[in-house]
């Protein structure tokens, strides 16, 4: 049986005719880059670059707090298979280098509704007008010894057949308060330091002051956190300029401003461009245990919050009444997704479980569970056994992480 390695050969040396399985046009062109995937496709694994990887945006990082040494037992990460291409190496006097990723010419760019990426299509390009939604996602990709290490897409390489990517290593955990209305909230995310390609003494000097003028540059990915990120609302109403610490961990660690925010070249970044500011000891933060530290911590009275305690969106599950009879008919129930604000979600997919003691009885013979054409709602019916009276049967409904519960007592006809 004749490899695609020797059909290539044949039919370029004109012994074998083409048969083209694309809607595309019948040019040689054409044909040429058909054969060129089916061949990148036949020996992808036998390149010592190709690695298998995991992408996925800030809201699917199981372990948001590793840049390296990740696991995927249990992941909501995305695997994807791509190659790691190292184009040119750092050194001392200049940034870390770009380098390429390339992934395999079958692989998908735009995604529909059941697709493990489809969340970039809705959240991302939707949202943001992005061209290519991978840009701005993270992907882990192992090192030589099977290491994962966390990098940000940064650029789509338009240039070459195979479709590349710029990707830079993801070098700092950044940390900074969120002022959102009467909330202040504690916000962690991997970025990209970059210098600025001027170098300058860090102090400026005119007739009357001498100020920090050291600047430095970091690149997020661009998502509804990071896009607040440029100003943030004070408590008297006025607009300033964000204050960050990035920096050593040490008891003077370096201080910046925000001096400038750039969000559409490319769309799908938050490219963000810092000037040195001094330390406050007053109301910045430092905590050496756990290696966070916040600028502007204590400039306002209210508390900042953990960043996991904020409720986003929320599951209500309601019935007629509280009890379910055991041996009588089937009893509707609903559940009810709102988000922050109060409006309703209309959940594409959701999953219910019963439970009864904690153990999982949804598969089991105790119940009959109807499935009707709205997913948010079931009739379920519990059988004739008079043994599970007055015990408590909790039924709950799950839709992207967001989980609803309600507890049914067991009652007699």
Known sequence: MPTILSK???????????????NEDFTTGAMIK??????????WWNDPQSRVCYIYDYYHDDQPNLSRGMTYENTTKTKIDAKFMIRAHGS???DQVEVHIMFKPNQKFNFEEGDELYYLERDYRNKYK???????????????NGVYEKWLICMRDTRTQFQKYYILPCDYYLHWIEEDGEKRIKRKMWCVTRNQNSYNSGLWT???????????????????ITEKLFYTTTNDGKKRNQRLIISALTENPICWNISKIENHNPFGLQKVTVAQDEFNRETDYINFETGEMYADYYASSIEPIQEEDIITASCSINTSTNNIKAGGSYKLVT???VDVNGDEIIPSSVTWKCYIDDI?????????????DEPNKIRIKFVNDKSYLGKKLKITCESDNIVGSLELEIISI
Do not use: C, W
């Open 34 to 43: 058909n054969d060129s995937d089916l061949i990148m496709e036949e020996t």
């Open 8 to 22: 290539y050969k044949n039919r370029i040396s004109g012994y074998e005719t083409f048969h083209f399985n694309r």
């Open 335 to 337: 559940a009810n997704f």
């Open 206 to 224: 005119d007739y009357y002051f001498t100020s920090e003028q050291n600047q430095n540059k970091f690149f997020l990915p661009m998502n509804p």
């Open 360 to 372: 999982d009885i949804t598969d089991y013979d105790l119940i009959s569970i109807k499935y009707l």
């Open 92 to 94: 001392m006097a200049k």
């Open 130 to 144: 992005v061209p290519d939604v991978f840009i701005g996602a993270y992907i882990d990709i192992p090192d030589q």
